[in-house]
């Protein structure tokens, strides 16, 4: 148990179980008043379930929070770091990670409204994001105390747990009685599982686990075609309708779901050091990543492209890793976003079993030049003699080498 | 044309009408001696119509070089590589950038060889593989006398292509005679396609273009799985047999072409400084690229792969434009290769209609240690309050930066 | 000579006998009318002495332009990239490099104005000088004609050049009737020499090749201490006095010549490919360079410096070589600027024989806290307990790498 | 103090107050068998004296193990690091980073030789060193305890610190009495000094701190002439004297400190989180730094260059981090020792009052080539008009970044 007194606590509640009996447990270990905080990220339940419960048990009507983030999540978190084109090991598109530090956010705000002195969250000490939750909390407020009950408390195994239930009279749904196959997180970008029945990387992924999205193989026999428009690196338009940012994202999942596209199986290494494996659905978002590479390929310059797909990997790691509120993540965010102002145009997709096959790109800022292209010579400003001097200058430096080798011998 | 007198130029000779022209157009305007090499990279045509060819033409039986390189191909060029997991800009597996630069190396042997002074290629001005040959040629042999016929010659058309053919007894197969709709390169790694039909981006690639896959609507309806073993970070075996790189290759894209994968439809940016769109087939090259990133997940240390991810954009960059034979891409070449010490093992995957999923990886040499992730708390050495220590000295920084912005009131 | 026809030309003139002769060259050989341009960068020269020149050269004086640029040159080009501590292969500061991009950009405003369809400038066919007036231009009017005479006529000796001179009645000073042992370009930021006696890179330079700085042996026998204010990044106050941008740096530049600072032998790697020695004199900016360190040393976070430290590379690469208005430029500043706004404070420097040595750095927002690193613990919120934890985790991959070798009998 | 239980520990011992206390702790604490293990890096002190007192301490002889690492270190440590020019933070040349991982390497290889089940060291629980010293042990033997006495015991004070040594009949040296004015590490390629005196870093580090150079006032009034010679990358001989690794460092630190080469005043940023402020004195290093810099740059091409300067920052960050047996080190040092192959050659060196001027280098495997930079046109393959090409391809992209501005009335 963290040494500090906490006086008044606000814990990232879901309603379940687990945060049902770690309210409680705050609620006897360290003798304080705890404040509840739901938030819709769009991870498909009902929020009024958590306030009964939380009043159930015992928190006071003013102390129960309840959010509707989705609008704030796909806008401010999402999409940002779709315009970086953010994969986390060449994969994963990291659909938990980016949902921690707005919950981290709200957490805090609620902690300076009601002048609590601490925080508590639900995750496990083995995994990522008990990192993304406290690193969050400590950027915004430096002095919180942080309470994280699975690393503190002795409730070690699903006996346990479930005698502590029972114990403090919190209601245990039919089907929690047994152990899981498998732990689940989902929002609006991703549904993902791990643990137990996952936990054999050589063993396929078993069809129960998704949730998310139909079996490819179940997918319709003929292909789905869709357009989407963006506006400086975001996307606003789905078949020509425009949409607001989590609208649109929960229709290209509702598209993904229905084509068996964004499953991913994955063995992924974590930041507490060891590797996981996990299994990802993010149907809409593995649209977007398409949809987003396609608009970038006809208005950003190759420069401004490479200089992204270089820093990518470091831009994600920071997501995965959990400084979503960190100098240099902010850092790379403003090149980023430097760079989108002309990313605005319209791509066509392909979906089929499983599949995201871009088909077309158009744009107003479109850089593609197709008088520049043709094989016919034209009026165009391309004289093929300046490839000679580009190329020989280009290769001053390998014949200078070449000279030296030759001198020597070698 | 190139200032320099010429004596004797080795030619690298498809056999094709194009480079049956250069080759009299050599003789004509150099009056030089032409040797012809024609090289087996898996392109599927056969050689000796080549040789033929070239006979008719007038060279010499001793001035004609052909010969079978599709394993030194696989096994020095596109296995390297594939330990990269390089693409170019992010989707590009360099199918084509990976084929020249050993065809230039052939040339130059050649060249050593027969005492020729010049070196010439059937490549446009406006393209890549211009670059990639000629510094490959500089690189190797730095007094070489380069000659690019399109870049110097006057036939700027069709139709004086066509009577240059004419004039100079160079048969014309009929098919040849009107404007083929598209140009194709191809070799084992992949065949890419470019220019008239799918020169406008906002329109689907014709499905004639295609020559290596079938359509992922035709493709069986029941998956096909595969195992693919690795040794060093290079498949020997594709489901249990052994096979040396060239024939591995050749079986990937047979099981590539029946399941309609490795099509890529893209726009891309040339590194002489343009646009262009091009479609691209690399059905055994997109399963080996998935296949690979598999073992590695579970053999590669966090450290490894992450470094690997980060230099990626910049190895990839190197071989799109044609620096194979530079000081910098052998020292990511050394970086890489150092990496694969322990990439040994076997995945399955699963092939369906267009898609490669992973679905299994086992390796004797696994960093993926189950007891470390499981939730239970077990005997391994993994404390969860090490994590706490670990998160509070990550948050340091962020902490007295978040105290700096609370002292100022921001 | 250029194909295209010509009608107005707007040329970078200084006054001097080479941009002279340029200037009537432009005339007699493209016959059109000639516009120039001659910037104060600091270069210690009086400009009407290039008016009078002009005029008797026969320019129109409304073709004649002439600019006091010293102030924007330093706020504008020279201080953003200090904000970026940018050193061209590790050493060298980038003072010819960065006033390029400013005179291509006059030049186009003025050929804008006036109707100019075409520029011009002095710089050599070997050098970088070229690239960076050139890509300037090309960025900034893309169908701009450009023209380099140096690369263009026939003038190819002094004998030639100085023939050309009397024919065309140019007058000729004196000591330019000989071979300038060496030549010389020089602004507000620094003096470069390259050429003749500096050629051979295992020779001293001779001391008279030195303009700007004293010999350090010829230096105060006693350091001269000073302080330098910061404001986001930016230089604003030496020793207390507010100053001008470039007034601040004439007065660095008067600091670092009395004490010899600055100087700078170097073998570059240019951009058209070949090695060259040159030798720099940065007084003022070999301070700065220091002084903007120090600052940031404590009002960076380690991830912005960290992260401005591996990509300062690359921003210098694209300095150097001329992409001063590219897209990647301009992001990379734009996450450099981002890192800036609490760099303020002040830092104290002992200035001693050639050397520029940090002696002292203060801030109001300073990150460095002293009770965080007292060896006794104190009342701060860290716990030695901590740092247990934050090894551990840190180490598990490399324990696991360790099993393995152990596994294997490695 | 650590859960677990420990039979045999093998302690970093200098034989000074500090380790001394923590050799008898260990014994009282763990009640365990404790062997010492006393290295000379080239700290300056003798080695005898801590034979003597460890046996006066109750440490049986074959326990005790005594090892002059100079050679090892330098060799194998410091000229490896050197390769890649690391500096950590643009300035620091890692001396006391560099010497851990070898100390780490010895305790693993006694406690394996002598059946050591756990590793001690006297680093503090805020510092680096920690980190470094356990990285070390965990990547070479991961099952080892690591009992870090300075993060577990409850003497937290000067005082308690006494009393434990005359309790348990530890010789005090007088001046040890009072508390040290600041804390020192020193070894042949380096001494550092933080705390106490230091920890304003506002006030200029006291003329009493520095030991290793003189102070650059003090220093000859005339320069001093070196000249190295390095061969593969590594500096082989000073001033035409061939000389081992240790010899020749020891030599160029008696220069350096003659001159008063390599003093640092610096604020750095801790692995562990803070920041803190150093004194630094690399003489040696500092001359070393200066020439392998000179040598490469003319013994290696751009893109290595280039590469190499774009990596060094990680680089370094591992080194300082601790993170010298880890993949990702050894893979950048194999990208580092290819491009090293020609880095042979002498360079010539100006030292004088704290300054290290490069001043001539020449090299058999010189890519300087003089006739490629005359401004006279010569013989060699340099086309002027080659140029025109180079620049119009590079300039491609920018020119329709500005026509499409044009286009959009930007």
Redo the contacts between chains.
């Keep these: 148990m963290s040494d500090k007194r906490v006086k008044k606590v606000v814990l990232a509640y879901s309603g379940g179980l687990d945060t049902s009996i770690i309210l409680k447990w705050l609620q006897t270990t360290y003798g304080c008043e705890v404040v509840t905080f739901t938030a819709d990220l769009g991870q498909g339940e009902e929020l009024e379930p958590a306030r009964q419960k939380a009043l159930l048990l015992g928190i006071k009507p003013e102390n129960i929070f309840i959010e509707d983030l989705r609008e704030e999540f796909v806008r401010d978190y999402v999409f940002p770091m779709f315009r970086a084109?953010a994969q986390y090991?060449?994969?994963y598109l990291l659909g938990t990670s980016i949902a921690r530090p707005l919950i981290a956010k709200k957490q805090i705000e609620i902690a300076e409204k009601v002048g609590a002195d601490a925080v508590a969250h639900g995750a496990?000490?083995?995994g990522n994001d008990?990192?993304r939750f406290?690193?969050g909390y400590?950027?915004?407020?430096?002095?919180v105390t942080v309470i994280?009950p699975?690393?503190e408390w002795d409730l070690?195994?699903r006996t346990k747990l479930l005698e502590f239930a029972e114990q403090n009279q919190i209601p245990i749904a039919k089907d929690k009685r047994g152990e899981a196959p498998f732990?689940v997180d989902a929002n609006l970008l991703h549904a993902s599982s791990e643990?137990k029945v996952l936990?054999?990387?050589?063993?396929?992924?078993p069809d129960y686990v998704y949730s998310r999205t139909i079996d490819?193989?179940a997918a319709p026999?003929?292909?789905t075609y869709i357009t989407i428009d963006f506006e400086k690196g975001d996307p606003v338009a789905v078949d020509g309708v425009k949409m607001s940012p989590a609208t649109l994202l929960a229709k290209l999942n509702e598209l993904g779901r229905a084509n068996g596209i964004g499953?991913l199986?994955?063995?992924?290494?974590r930041f507490?050091?060891?590797?996981?494996?996990g299994m990802y659905e993010t149907p809409g978002g593995t649209i977007l990543y398409v949809a987003h590479?396609g608009i970038e390929?006809?208005t950003?310059?190759?420069?401004?492209?490479?200089?992204k797909?270089?820093l990518m990997?470091?831009y994600a790691?920071l997501v995965y890793n959990g400084?979503w509120?960190?100098?240099?993540r902010?850092?790379?965010q403003?090149?980023?976003?430097?760079?989108q102002e002309?990313v605005t145009g319209q791509v066509?997709l392909?979906l089929?079993?499983?599949?995201v096959?871009?088909?077309?790109?158009?744009s107003p800022?479109?850089?593609?030049?197709?008088e520049?292209?043709?094989?016919?010579?034209g009026a165009v400003?391309?004289?093929?003699?300046?490839?000679?001097?580009?190329?020989?200058?280009?290769?001053?430096?390998?014949?200078?080498?070449?000279?030296?080798k030759?001198k020597?011998g070698l």
């Excluded at 950003?300 to 200089?307: K, P």
């Excluded at 400003?381 to 030296?404: C, M, P």
């Design positions: 084109n090991e060449g994969l496990t000490g083995k008990q990192v406290e690193l400590y950027a915004l407020k430096p002095d994280a699975w690393r070690t195994s732990s643990g936990e054999d990387p050589a063993q396929e992924v490819p193989e026999d003929t292909p499953r199986d994955l063995v992924e290494n507490v050091g060891m590797k996981s494996r590479r390929s006809i950003l310059d190759r420069g401004a492209a490479h200089l797909d270089e990997p470091k790691e400084f509120f960190s100098p240099e902010e850092m790379l403003a090149l980023v976003d430097k760079s002309f066509r392909k089929y079993k499983g599949g096959h871009l088909v077309g790109r158009d800022y479109s850089l593609y030049d197709q520049l292209v043709t094989f016919e010579e400003a391309y004289d093929h003699r300046d490839a000679a001097g580009f190329i020989k200058l280009n290769a001053l430096r390998l014949r200078t080498l070449a000279q030296r030759k020597l």
